[in-house]
């Protein structure tokens, strides 16, 4: 579900600080979406963020809100797989609409994420609520696949 910026390395900070600057403010965007969840609702809902940063800063930063734990496909985050998820409910980390439109039949902008200090490829997200996959995420997995 991620997409690459092309030609942009490097951002305000140097990048062992800028891939960690912003993270509370997502942690923060992604359990306000939760919480205006039903019960039933967060009883199936999964987060899905796009980059490995992102869904480390979530699983750190995510308990003390009471967030469940966050999968991705960047990187090793693939290898552990959609865990318990089936993906009709999934809140979305991610730049693209249109990328997400393509996976879900039902998608809803809950939040915008900036971070002035962020790297290029995370300064710019958002919080999406996602319903209706076009097709169960397990059978999805094997092409979200992101190694880059």
């Given at each position: 579900?991620?997409s690459?910026?092309?030609?942009?390395t490097?951002?305000?900070?140097p990048?062992?600080f800028?891939?960690?600057?912003?993270?509370?403010e997502?942690?923060d965007?992604?359990?306000?979406?939760?919480?205006?969840?039903?019960?039933?609702e967060?009883?199936e809902?999964?987060?899905?963020?796009?980059?490995?940063?992102?869904a480390?800063?979530?699983?750190?930063?995510?308990?003390?809100?009471?967030?469940?734990?966050?999968?991705?496909?960047h990187?090793?985050?693939?290898?552990?797989?959609?865990?318990?998820y089936?993906g009709d409910?999934?809140i979305v980390?991610?730049?693209?609409?249109?990328?997400?439109r393509r996976?879900?039949?039902?998608?809803?902008l809950?939040?915008r994420?900036?971070?002035?200090?962020c790297?290029?490829?995370?300064?710019?997200?958002?919080?999406f609520?996602?319903?209706?996959?076009?097709?169960?995420?397990?059978?999805m997995w094997?092409?979200?696949k992101?190694?880059?």
């Amino acid at each position: 579900m991620r997409s690459d910026v092309a030609g942009e390395t490097s951002g305000k900070l140097p990048p062992q600080f800028g891939f960690q600057f912003g993270w509370r403010e997502l942690t923060d965007a992604v359990a306000q979406t939760y919480a205006g969840l039903s019960p039933d609702e967060k009883a199936e809902a999964g987060i899905f963020a796009e980059t490995f940063g992102e869904a480390a800063a979530l699983n750190f930063f995510g308990p003390n809100r009471g967030l469940p734990r966050a999968i991705g496909t960047h990187n090793n985050y693939w290898l552990w797989g959609p865990q318990r998820y089936s993906g009709d409910l999934m809140i979305v980390v991610s730049d693209s609409e249109e990328r997400l439109r393509r996976r879900f039949g039902n998608v809803v902008l809950s939040r915008r994420i900036e971070c002035e200090y962020c790297m290029p490829v995370v300064r710019s997200k958002s919080v999406f609520v996602c319903r209706e996959p076009r097709q169960p995420l397990p059978a999805m997995w094997p092409e979200l696949k992101d190694y880059s």
